[in-house]
């Protein structure tokens, strides 16, 4: 069974994920934006999450995200916490 937990957790990781995509090809950030793919371990995650809240998920699908999930949670915890803005600095 996926709880909501686990949902949110797959949730934030995409979202970190995708937004280190986004910063690789926009170091700076800006107004404007470059256009930006998003990586094979990004697409990896979305697609984990994805199944994580299809209504047709199977046993084998819950298996493959409890695994990626455990695998995560071992090897790059950070990836849990939810994405915030950084502040900006005013001198």
């Given at each position: 069974m996926i709880t909501d937990r686990t949902q949110k957790d797959l949730y934030n990781i995409v979202a970190n994920?995708?937004?280190?995509?986004?910063?690789?090809?926009?170091p700076a950030g800006g107004k404007t934006a470059n256009p930006y793919t998003l990586s094979a371990e990004t697409t990896k995650a979305?697609?984990?999450?994805?199944?994580?809240?299809?209504k047709n998920r199977t046993e084998s699908d819950e298996?493959?995200?409890k695994e990626y999930l455990s695998n995560i949670t071992l090897s790059r915890a950070d990836l849990l916490l939810?994405?915030?803005e950084p502040k900006a600095v005013h001198n």
């Open positions: 994920l995708a937004y280190s995509d986004y910063r690789r090809t926009n979305l697609e984990m999450y994805a199944a994580s809240v299809s298996r493959s995200i939810p994405r915030t």
